[in-house]
């Protein structure tokens, strides 16, 4: 089965610089990747889409890129801020069926003011 | 339109009890996934249904767990005579059907089930 990392559990960095979070995946290429944003208490909220024929997403102050050479996305959130703490997890499609997702284990990001 | 609905959001059960566990999708949305949340770990799929047939069930346990997404009505989640390893958080999320084929998932608030 699919086996994903997440780089290190928690990371902290300082308001204002860019936060940058690692997916690294070890089996199948998946054909699209997911990031999403957990906060305590409360169900993943959906950020960002990549699928394995785009290098680069953005939306706002998020980035994603994906290289299946490497196995790896990386998921960038410029200008951080204390509200961008929160849980983030990355997800792969189980290539069981249509949207079916097998997710990481998440990095817990704290942005210090 | 509302979001993924479930209930009830906390449930606490002695052991040996039956826990039952909704969740409305989103209006639209016909396939219906569960998963199980421990403290400080991340989400472990559980199964993927659609109106009235299971997808994929591979991340459910064999035996005490059941899920069905009737044709009228919400999807449900049974464990029957829980234990105390239970515990956790369970998420439902829902998808739409699109020619796509490939959309995010709407997730629930979640169910925090305590098995005393």
């Known amino acids: 089965s699919q086996k994903i990392e997440q780089n290190s559990e928690a990371l902290n960095i300082q308001e204002g610089k860019t936060a940058t979070l690692t997916c690294n995946y070890t089996?199948?290429?998946?054909?699209?990747l997911q990031w999403y944003r957990q906060d305590p208490g409360r169900g993943p909220v959906f950020l960002l889409l990549?699928?394995?024929?785009?290098k680069e997403k953005r939306k706002e102050r998020l980035k994603v890129t994906f290289d299946t050479t490497l196995k790896q996305s990386l998921f960038h959130i410029t200008a951080s801020q204390p509200a961008d703490s929160a849980t983030y997890l990355c997800a792969l499609d189980r290539q069981t069926g249509a949207n079916n997702l097998f997710f990481g284990t998440g990095t817990r990001l704290t942005v210090i003011p | 339109n509302a979001g993924v609905m479930q209930n009830p959001r906390h449930l606490v059960r002695r052991r040996g009890q039956e826990a039952r566990l909704r969740c409305s999708p989103m209006?639209?949305?016909?396939?219906v996934y569960w998963y199980r949340q421990l403290p400080e770990e991340g989400l472990k799929f559980m199964v993927y249904?659609?109106?009235?047939?299971?997808?994929?069930e591979s991340g459910m346990p064999k035996e005490r767990f059941s899920a069905e997404f009737p044709k009228e009505g919400p999807s449900i989640l049974r464990i029957q005579q829980v234990v105390r390893g239970d515990s956790a958080a369970y998420f439902c999320a829902s998808s739409p059907i699109t020619l796509a084929g490939v959309h995010e998932q709407f997730f629930g608030p979640g169910t925090r089930l305590t098995v005393l």
């Open positions: 990549i699928r394995e024929n785009e």
């Open positions: 249904l659609q109106k009235e047939n299971i997808i994929d």
């Open positions: 209006k639209g949305h016909s396939h």
């Open positions: 089996n199948y290429s998946p054909a699209y």
